[in-house]
């Protein structure tokens, strides 16, 4: 598990070459290149944040350190998104210390929006567009009220709204104050109970908020501070033109393109990347919305697999379902090897209590409990909730709700088919049957079932369901145990509703015994 953005996110040399096949990637520069002779990369963050666009940023902050960069534009059209998808896009580009980071917002920058904007270095707008309205939501993924589950934290839980409206307060003014920008400004687009107030002191201009204002009148006198103008009165979040902007010296400036950008930062003759999003940021973004629809399909195909003889299609969905998961969350810079080899190390304990040592318990019991937990901190970008990040404590406890919901659904319904797996139509394909007609079958399958202690040989491996030779009957059976190769002897236990339930009968099974 990690943060977002950190130098463990890259991803294996494999997996890069994989990804960089399916993009049309500008090649890199040569050691010692001039990096004044580096691309411009250009991301687009569009619609309301989502997994992919995160995978995607992370992904071009790579690629610039790879084309060593001259600058890394966010273009911005967007209304925002998840919280917690904000806080870990900001992680990211705090991470590209050493690129310049240009926010170029093309339509509107709102809540998320605004923060990415003012998080970069530069801050360009264009013509006719805006900026702000970032007033905190909280979004429930199971339930909720209201559109798309959306609940507006300051009218169904003012306790919690306070609590991320005072942490998202300081990271606007953090990052506002950061590259220069009035932080009372910023702090106005996110909380409807600040007011912006412009004032004079002293024949300076400078922004303040209502209780700044307060502040500045008690310091120095009534006489030496005025009132110009209030720029977002309190009940309202400010939301900026681009014209407004630049007059309050919150920008750096207009452009009117792409091209206008580059030149007014010197460098209109830098190559242009352009990052598009690609198949691995879908996948990402699948994983992260249906991870929990995964991890139950896989969980329950495994155990199908278990319950019928050899290897078959639900051994290879759940390995199918498994590996998407953990890949994808790995790709998303949520997951990282610890988690994987978790799982593994896992369902090799399983292995071993199922193959080499039946009814011992212990390994499979230790080996369910690291599956389980490294499922788990795969979907978290913390080990655990951190108390002075309310945003990523928030999502790690939503994932941790998401997530036990869908191992109760996994544990109930594998009993629900270790309770009805004979009776199934289609599961009982998987069951051997006794050829012959319809009505031999019937006939066979009214007469009694052997009782137990009764001797008979396996007729084909039981793995752990198979055919039996029971007092020259043929029988479907199931195995209590290690698996049973074909011709053994084996010893009648009880039977399971159809079909018998048997074990080793001889040495083997008097040493278990013992």
Known sequence: MRRVGQEKSVLPT??????????????????????????????????????????????????????????????????????????????????????????????????????????????????????????PILISLIGGEGRSGMLLLSRDNPAEFEKISSHLRAHFRAKAQAHGRSPALAEAMVDPNVAAIEVEIDGTRSFATDHEFDELVAQHGESAVRKLREICPKGKVLNLTAQEAQAAGFIDGIAASREDLLAQLGMASAPVLFVAPSWADLLAQFTRSFGWLLILVGLVSLFIELKIPGFGLPGLLGIACLTIYLAGNYIAGVADWGEILLVLFGFGLVSIEIFVLPGTLLPGLIGLIAVVAGLVLASQTTLLPQSDRPLAEAAWWENVRVLSLTLVGVVGTMLLLAWSFPNLPILNRAVLKAAGSAANMTATAALALPPAGTIGTAKTDLRPSGKVIVESREHDASSEGPWIEAGSAIVVLRSGGNHLIVRLNGPASERMNG
């Open 14 to 135: 494999s997996l890069i070459a994989l990804l960089t096949t399916c993009l049309p990637l500008a090649p890199p520069l040569q050691a010692g290149a001039d990096p004044a002779a580096g691309p411009v990369v250009v991301v687009p963050i569009h619609r309301p944040l989502d997994e992919a666009m995160v995978t995607l940023t992370v992904r071009a902050v790579r690629e610039a350190h790879e084309q060593r960069a001259r600058a890394l534009v966010f273009e911005i059209d967007s209304e925002g998104g998840a919280i917690d998808l904000m806080d870990r896009l900001i992680d990211v580009i705090e991470n590209a210390k050493d690129l310049t980071t240009v926010a170029f917002v093309t339509q509107k920058a709102a809540f998320a929006g605004a923060l990415i904007a003012i998080s970069c270095e530069r801050l360009y707008m264009k013509p006719a567009t805006n900026i702000g309205s970032a007033v």
